[in-house]
């Protein structure tokens, strides 16, 4: 890819035509975490959070997130989005310094355009929703990694990041 495609011969900001392309299977898997004390990870694990279960709500919230894409990214599409997915994985790390939760987000479509940013607008979403449900006890909590892990359909074909 060797130009900016959100601009045009003037350099100006606008919307991509997707009018001509193809409708096709699409799909993206992103990924992200959030890192925490190991008091807090015992926390979200217990399901003791005064807020309720803190990776289902943070889960519902990710896949809500996505669909709202459109709204928060100033010039993407509005997508019609066939499935949203998150999976979260717990990790205590190390001597017992950081504990972290990981968040995958696999959105995917039938249409003109891709969804990597259905997936990673999920995964950030997801993961300030951790932050915001678990403040009270840990304010130092990090959100770190979010990326594109794997992208399938379209002109471009296939992306898969290499580490």
Do not use: W
């Amino acid at each position: 890819m060797s130009t900016l495609t959100h601009f045009d011969n003037q350099g100006q900001a606008h919307m991509v035509d997707v009018s001509d392309k193809a409708l096709t299977h699409r799909i993206a898997v992103a990924q992200g975490r959030i890192e925490m004390l190991p008091t807090t990870l015992a926390l979200i694990e217990s399901g003791n959070s005064k807020k309720g279960d803190v990776l289902g709500i943070a889960r519902i919230a990710g896949i809500q997130g996505s669909k709202r894409t459109s709204d928060l990214i100033p010039l993407c599409h509005p997508i019609a989005l066939t499935r949203v997915a998150l999976e979260f994985e717990t990790v205590a790390e190390g001597t017992g310094v950081s504990a972290c939760v990981m968040c995958t987000a696999t959105a995917e479509t039938v249409g003109p355009t891709g969804v990597e940013m259905e997936a990673l607008t999920a995964v950030q979403v997801a993961l300030l929703t951790i932050y915001d449900m678990c403040k009270a006890v840990d304010r130092g909590m990090t959100i770190n990694g979010v990326r594109l892990l794997e992208k399938h359909g379209g002109k471009s074909g296939s992306f898969v990041a290499s580490c």
